[in-house]
């Protein structure tokens, strides 16, 4: 008899089953919003990697599947890994859960990497398919895993099937740019009203462009069911263009002061914990700015708990945006690989400027985002 994967779905009340298909999420397909339940019945009706792989290509949302079948477990996350799935192997048996610590408690729990250790501290997160434990993987962002068993080890193969690929635009006048733009816009902020479907949607609102852009859009789009809101120190210049943009656009608008006291009241709640335990998948530091707010305006009955909380960051980076702090190769007519990838570790590598990394490790990140950039080749 053929060896199966071992699954296990932590937030089981956040995931619909059919037929061992397991998915959590929603995505349109075409113009229809589909819920976690219909997925599954479209991935359990998919015959073969291919038709799973083409399933995957239509979808455009924010969702995570994970198949079983007699001979090979299918395992996909969206195109941003919004919903995170981990897998490993031990002694000739594989696990799958959304669980990072369950995989590493049943795979060999080897010292941290060096190097990925390195890159957490450094960056923020692990690069690629790695976590800060070597036999624990993760499921890349547009990406499927395959993972077949055998009699000896299971076999795992990688499938691509979304990469961001910046192309060069056709040349177009300035009026076609623009009502392009506008299409796409609209169109984006149509799905993400679908999704709301009434709810509230909460905005963390500042002076920059892209939280500006949403606030826009949606009272453009006529959807009024929306709470902006800003936080830090009192007279912040931040909160002041946040409240002068809510105001000008008719929003409800909530300010949140932030204090230490604040911060060692919420640093020690369950909430925090929970959060931490949740969010940090030992392959990323979690974010906190927004949450002491987001749990006070929860708190105080600001926002009711089904909110959906839509936050601007970060549409300047898809648009090259952080190519103006590597100067060398904003002012090139010529880049190469190299080159790229000494200039991403100059600029994002530097949560630890003061303990900028030695020239063996240094090295080794290279040689990592060198690989990186093979496999997406390949796809």
Not at 23 to 42: N, P
Not at 48 to 72: K, P, Y
Not at 164 to 178: G, V
Not at 194 to 221: E, F, H, Q, W
Request: hydrophobic fraction near 35%; charge should be negative; glycine fraction near 6%.
């Amino acid at each position: 008899m053929t060896k199966q994967a071992n699954i296990h779905i932590r937030d089981a009340h956040l995931w619909s089953c059919c037929q061992s298909t397991h998915v959590r999420g929603e995505a349109f397909d075409g113009s229809s919003l589909l819920d976690s339940s219909q997925l599954a019945s479209l991935f359990a009706a998919a015959e073969g990697d291919d038709a799973f792989i083409s399933l995957l290509e239509r979808l455009n949302g924010f969702f995570a599947v994970v198949q079983l079948t007699e001979t090979v477990c299918r395992i996909a996350v969206d195109q941003i890994r919004s919903i995170p799935v981990f897998y490993g192997i031990c002694d000739g048996l594989s696990y799958v859960s959304d669980d990072c610590h369950w995989v590493q408690q049943r795979v060999r729990n080897d010292p941290t990497n060096e190097v990925a250790r390195a890159e957490y501290l450094h960056l923020g997160f692990v690069t690629g398919s790695d976590t800060l434990c070597p036999d624990v993987k993760q499921c890349l962002a547009g990406e499927a895993t395959f993972i077949k068993e055998s009699d000896r080890k299971p076999d795992w193969r990688h499938h691509r099937y979304y990469l961001y690929r910046h192309e060069p635009p056709k040349r177009r006048s300035t009026h076609e740019y623009i009502s392009d733009h506008q299409r796409v816009l609209e169109g984006v902020f149509r799905r993400l009203i679908a999704k709301a479907d009434n709810r509230t949607i909460v905005l963390p609102l500042s002076g920059g462009y892209d939280s500006r852009l949403v606030a826009l859009m949606l009272r453009m789009l006529k959807y009024t069911n929306v709470v902006a809101f800003s936080y830090g120190r009192p007279g912040n210049v931040e909160a002041h263009y946040s409240e002068q943009v809510a105001a000008d656009l008719g929003m409800e608008w909530k300010f949140v002061p932030y204090s230490n006291g604040m911060w060692a009241e919420w640093y020690h709640s369950r909430e925090r914990v929970r959060y931490q335990q949740y969010n940090g998948s030992l392959s990323s530091i979690m974010h906190v700015q927004d949450c002491p707010a987001i749990w006070q305006l929860l708190r105080d009955g600001d926002i009711p708990p089904d909110s959906l909380v839509v936050p601007g960051h970060t549409g300047d980076f898809v648009a090259g945006g952080r190519s103006s702090y590597a100067p060398d190769l904003y002012n090139s007519d010529k880049l190469d690989r190299d080159r790229i990838i000494d200039a991403s570790i100059n600029y994002h590598y530097s949560l630890w400027p003061d303990r900028f990394i030695d020239d063996p490790m240094r090295r080794s990140m290279t040689e990592r985002l060198r690989q990186h950039g093979v496999r997406a080749a390949a796809a």
